[in-house]
């Protein structure tokens, strides 16, 4: 089953802050986010495994609660290079082992303007 | 290599033609995926490489898709009987390893655009 990202679509003002959210159905060993730009291959941000632990990657973090299935994207203090389209990954609980076989998201396109 | 190459970026075919789409992936990565992702959608999974093995072909439609990884680099995903649905964008990934008890972080191609007229 795939996950269920919200927002559909975004557009901000450079500075401005987003959140992009992904919820699942299924218990989860791991959540990805990637970003893609138009014709360009997903570029990985971050990985969350269950735990319910948040990362950052400079103006760029996410949270993953296991219990509820969900990962949040925080974008803060947006750039113009962070325009693209935003997809979460996720991988089922498989015993502790991850495969990379992920199930995506539908994508959330996030347009920052100057 | 520095990253996952595939060939050819764009193929368009005729309905009822055979198509292979090459991916290199990155040197000493021993897991590889193919993934399509058609327009406006997320990448859907197809097949994963462990090493020369098939791991997991869950997600090939049909029998008119075929995957091999020979040597347990290079790998061809190979389509025959095209149909106009299979007009996507075929990606490859690579990861170190595909059994990971861990994070296993996947490095994606730019794809091959495929059109079936």
């Known amino acids: 089953q795939q996950p269920v990202q919200s927002p ?8 401005e802050d987003a959140v992009i959210n992904c919820s699942s159905s299924k218990a989860l060993y791991s959540v990805h986010w990637y970003r893609q730009k138009h014709g360009e291959a ?3 941000l971050m990985i969350l495994l269950k735990g319910g632990e948040q990362k950052g990657h400079e103006k760029i973090s996410a949270s993953f609660n296991e219990k509820k299935q969900q990962s949040s994207l925080y974008l803060t203090a947006s ?9 979460c990954g996720t991988e089922k609980n498989a015993g502790g082992t991850s ?16 | 290599g520095a990253g996952v190459s595939q060939t050819p970026s764009n193929k368009v075919t005729e309905k009822g033609k055979y198509v292979e789409l090459r991916c290199d992936p990155i040197s000493g990565h021993t897991a590889l995926y193919w993934y399509r992702q058609s327009l406006g959608q997320g990448p859907e999974f197809l097949i994963y490489f462990q090493g020369t093995g098939a791991a997991d072909d869950s997600g090939l439609p049909n029998d008119r898709f075929f995957a091999v990884r020979p040597e347990g680099s290079v790998s061809t995903l190979k389509i025959q009987r095209t149909e106009r649905g299979d007009s996507a964008v075929y990606l490859c990934a690579s990861s170190l390893r595909g059994d990971s008890a861990g994070a296993n972080v996947l490095t994606f191609g730019a794809g091959s655009r495929l059109t079936v007229l």
């Open chain 1, 8 to 15: 559909q679509a975004v557009i901000l003002r450079e500075g």
């Open chain 1, 99 to 114: 495969y990379g076989k992920l199930t995506f998201g539908q994508g959330t396109i996030l347009t920052v303007h100057p």
């Open chain 1, 42 to 44: 997903p570029v990985f």
């Open chain 1, 79 to 87: 750039q113009l290079s962070y325009s693209g389209t935003y997809f």
